[in-house]
């Protein structure tokens, strides 16, 4: 089935991948940063492209079907001020999805935003965002889906507001199922005189299949890696000690000597859940990894990056910085302190393997410590929130620097997990007449 949606808050558009792969047709998309504007057309064109949605007049948006955005989320996250609709220049922006869903009344509506929505203010925030939903004709439904459950190795917990309109939906009581945030919110809002709620069928999230090792570049180029001298006390405790295998929680095992605050320098072990990949582009504020370059040897499975956060790539410290993974050289005896540029070598009983992560400078071998520490790369970053590569070879090619495509990728919505909320909603509208904006 076909059918027509808009886009606010567009960034690099995380939804419009997942829509458009299921039958979707964009006709109006938002976003006000310009290095995004320039991202999301070198993908997509800018046909439909629009500026700052608050200049736009509702009446001339184009009828849709679904609406879908990650409104800005700072003004709700715990990494931002935690004003809510009390931050004029971001958390109001809310009330333009409201605007324009008043309307154009669209059949459906997706929002997503941080788990720290559900308890901001005593839970306040969640309620006014329902009501308001259910004043201008629409029933509710809501949960808190991680990335990790859907094929990338990203520990990232966001919350999806699913709105469908009332003539469309049979309202019913929220089934409410332990004392998780999601539970205690639906709790509280189920007593809000005359809320509408119905029980939508969000995705199973069960099994960790990806680990962030899968998802790292074999060729990474010298200027990601921190230097010997910021690494190297951190390097000699790693050296030392065993790491844990049994865990599945994040795991700090350190810190490099960079300036900046605490969080910026924390260095984390792949083994569990790591925290958040923080992007940011610059002074050593983007997310780090630790390598061990015999990956062969590394059978975990459960080896997650952080949460990739929307922060300002000139920006601040997050307590969720880095991610780990290790790497090790093969020692050739008979060449203990010369350097390979690449070449393939082996020691006894051990397969032969191209040395990568270091080509370009080669890898000093012998004295030389078997880890190493190095930014995340932009495009494994892009691929943690589920785009191809060749989306972000797209975007690079056309001219946008390092540091605004780690930016982007922290402001994105994942992809994957989109893609998995799709038969839900494919199922609502395949039993909904057609629209005036629908084909």
């Not at 995380?14 to 792969?21: E, M, S, V």
């Not at 009332?166 to 809000?192: F, H």
């Not at 790292?216 to 010997?228: G, M």
Request: proline share 4%; glycine share 8%; with cysteine.
């Amino acid at each position: 089935m076909t059918f027509k949606y808009i886009e606010l808050f567009a960034g690099i558009g995380g939804f419009r991948q997942a829509l458009d792969n299921a039958g979707g047709e964009c006709v109006f998309a938002s976003e006000i940063d310009k290095f995004a504007q320039q991202a999301y057309s070198a993908l997509y064109g800018d046909d439909h492209l629009h500026g700052d949605i608050t200049q736009i007049d509702e009446k001339d948006v184009p009828d849709h079907d679904v609406l879908v955005g990650g409104f800005p989320c700072q003004a709700f996250s715990v990494a931002g001020k935690r004003l809510g609709f009390a931050d004029e220049t971001r958390g109001t922006l809310f009330f333009e999805i409201v605007r324009i869903m008043r309307e154009k009344q669209p059949k459906i509506a997706v929002l997503e935003n941080v788990k720290g929505l559900v308890g901001h203010d005593k839970g306040k925030t969640l309620d006014i965002v329902v009501t308001a939903l259910n004043e201008i004709g629409y029933t509710v439904d809501f949960s808190v889906l991680n990335s990790k459950y859907f094929g990338v190795p990203q520990n990232r917990e966001r919350i999806f507001i699913v709105a469908v309109r009332d003539d469309l939906v049979t309202p019913e009581a929220w089934r409410i199922e332990g004392t998780n945030v999601v539970a205690k919110g639906k709790r509280r809002i189920a007593q809000i005189d005359g809320v509408k709620t119905f029980n939508f069928e969000y995705p199973t999230q069960s099994d960790v299949t990806v680990r962030l090792l899968d998802i790292l570049e074999d060729n990474v180029d010298e200027r990601y890696y921190l230097s010997e001298e910021k690494t190297a006390k951190l390097v000699a405790q790693l050296e030392e000690r065993e790491e844990d295998s049994d865990s599945d929680s994040p795991t700090m095992v350190g810190h490099a000597e960079l300036r900046g605050n605490d969080s910026i320098k924390r260095v984390y072990s792949p083994v569990g859940d790591t925290p958040t990949l923080t992007a940011m582009g610059g002074g050593h504020r983007e997310p780090k990894v630790a390598v061990q370059m015999n990956r062969h040897e590394i059978g975990r499975e459960t080896e997650l990056s952080h949460c990739l956060m929307a922060r300002d790539y000139k920006g601040f410290g997050n307590q969720d910085m880095t991610g780990v993974m290790e790497t090790r050289p093969v020692l050739t005896p008979d060449r203990a302190e010369k350097r390979q540029n690449g070449r393939r070598f082996k020691d006894d009983g051990e397969k032969s393997f191209t040395l990568t992560a270091q080509d370009k400078h080669g890898v000093a071998l012998g004295a030389y410590p078997r880890y190493r520490i190095r930014k995340l790369t932009p495009l494994e970053c892009w691929r943690l929130q589920g785009f191809s590569d060749l989306a972000h070879e797209t975007v690079k090619a056309a001219g946008v620097s390092d540091s605004q495509r780690y930016k982007q990728a922290g402001n994105a919505v994942t992809v994957n997990v989109i893609d998995a909320l799709m038969p839900g909603l494919l199922r609502y509208l395949s039993a909904l007449p057609a629209s005036s904006g629908a084909e």
